[in-house]
Nanobody, 122 residues
Framework: QVQLEESGGGLVQAGGSLRLSCAAS????????MGWFRQAPGKEREFVATINRITGSTYYTESVKGRFSISRDNAKTTAYLQMNSLKDEDTAVYYCIAGKYARQNADDYEYWGQGTQVTVSS
C-alpha cells in the first residue's frame, strides 16, 4: 500500500503560479510513476502529468504543455507540479497518483492522494 500526502494548491489570479507537492510513503515499484489528475465541477477526472522515477520520462496533457512542469525528488519520494501561467480552466481539484506504469486513464491507478483545490480567478 502506498499512501500519498498532498500539499499546495489554493487561490491564485489568472497568470499566476502555484506548486503542488505529493509525498509517497514508499520507494517501491508502486511509486515508480507519480503524477496528477484533476477534476473540475461537472466534469470527469482528467490526466494532467506523470513522471517516471526510473527513466525520468514525463508526460503532459496537451492543454498544460509549456505551462506546467513535473519533477521529483527521488531521495524523498516526493513529486512536484509547478503550474505557471494559470488559466480559469485550470480550476479543479488536483489528485496525486502513484503506480508502476505511466497511463493516462484514471482507472489504471490504484493509489490516490486526498486531492487539493486549485482555484484560478480572472
Amino acid at each position: 500500500q502506498v499512501q500519498l500526502e498532498e500539499s499546495g494548491g489554493g487561490l491564485v489570479q489568472a497568470g499566476g503560479s502555484l506548486r503542488l507537492s505529493c509525498a509517497a510513503s514508499e520507494r517501491g515499484s508502486n511509486s515508480y510513476v507519480m503524477g496528477w489528475f484533476r477534476q473540475a465541477p461537472g466534469k470527469e477526472r482528467e490526466f494532467v502529468a506523470t513522471i517516471n522515477r526510473i527513466t525520468g520520462s514525463t508526460y503532459y496533457t496537451e492543454s498544460v504543455k509549456g505551462r506546467f512542469s513535473i519533477s521529483r525528488d527521488n531521495a524523498k519520494t516526493t513529486a512536484y507540479l509547478q503550474m505557471n501561467s494559470l488559466k480559469d480552466e485550470d480550476t479543479a481539484v488536483y489528485y496525486c497518483i502513484a503506480g508502476k506504469y505511466a497511463r493516462q486513464n484514471a482507472d489504471d491507478y490504484e493509489y490516490w492522494g486526498q486531492g487539493t483545490q486549485v482555484t484560478v480567478s480572472s
